[in-house]
């Protein structure tokens, strides 16, 4: 048994962002050699997370719409009132008690298992941020 790991450095340029990952984690199992096994994707941030969704233009504007909507920024939070790094940012951990901060996918013949509609997103809760990370891992 193998296991590699392999890191990812983005910036994000607005406040909520969808960011495509997937050809990078696909490049990271192909050049593993690893053909059976899983691949793990963690986001390094409490304010942004990874998630497996559909890459369509209209949803993932759909997606953006909903998360400002669902936890809105100028919510009355306490975590503003005094926040450890000087960004009023409650409303992005608030949206992440709901989304995953990793997802795991299966590798199989040196590929990941993904359904058709599939890609894998880095999703930025609090940008823009000039560096963001997320670890990849895997194992087979």
Same mark, same amino acid.
């Given at each position: 048994? %193998?296991? %590699? &790991?392999?890191?990812?450095?983005?910036?994000?340029?607005?406040?909520?962002?969808?960011?495509?990952?997937?050809?990078? #984690?696909? &490049? @990271?199992?192909? /050049?593993?050699?690893?053909?059976?096994?899983?691949?793990?994707?963690?986001?390094?941030?409490?304010?942004?997370?990874?998630?497996?969704?559909? &890459?369509?233009?209209?949803?993932?504007?759909?997606?953006?719409?909903?998360?400002?909507? @669902?936890?809105? &920024?100028?919510?009355?939070?306490?975590?503003?009132?005094?926040?450890?790094?000087?960004?009023?940012?409650?409303? /992005?951990?608030?949206?992440? =008690?709901?989304?995953? /901060?990793?997802?795991?996918?299966?590798?199989?013949?040196?590929?990941? #298992? =993904?359904?058709?509609? %599939?890609?894998?997103?880095?999703?930025?809760?609090?940008?823009?941020?000039?560096?963001?990370?997320?670890?990849?891992?895997?194992?087979?």
């Amino acid at each position: 048994m %193998q296991i %590699q &790991r392999h890191r990812i450095e983005l910036a994000t340029t607005a406040p909520i962002q969808l960011i495509d990952i997937t050809d990078q #984690v696909r &490049r @990271f199992v192909t /050049s593993s050699g690893i053909k059976e096994g899983l691949v793990t994707v963690s986001c390094l941030h409490t304010t942004a997370r990874i998630n497996v969704n559909e &890459r369509e233009e209209k949803l993932e504007r759909d997606m953006l719409t909903f998360l400002k909507r @669902f936890v809105p &920024r100028d919510g009355d939070y306490l975590h503003n009132l005094d926040p450890v790094d000087g960004r009023d940012n409650a409303h /992005s951990h608030l949206i992440g =008690l709901f989304m995953n /901060s990793s997802e795991t996918i299966p590798v199989a013949k040196g590929t990941m #298992v =993904l359904g058709e509609w %599939q890609s894998v997103f880095f999703i930025e809760l609090d940008g823009p941020r000039e560096r963001r990370g997320v670890e990849l891992q895997i194992i087979g």
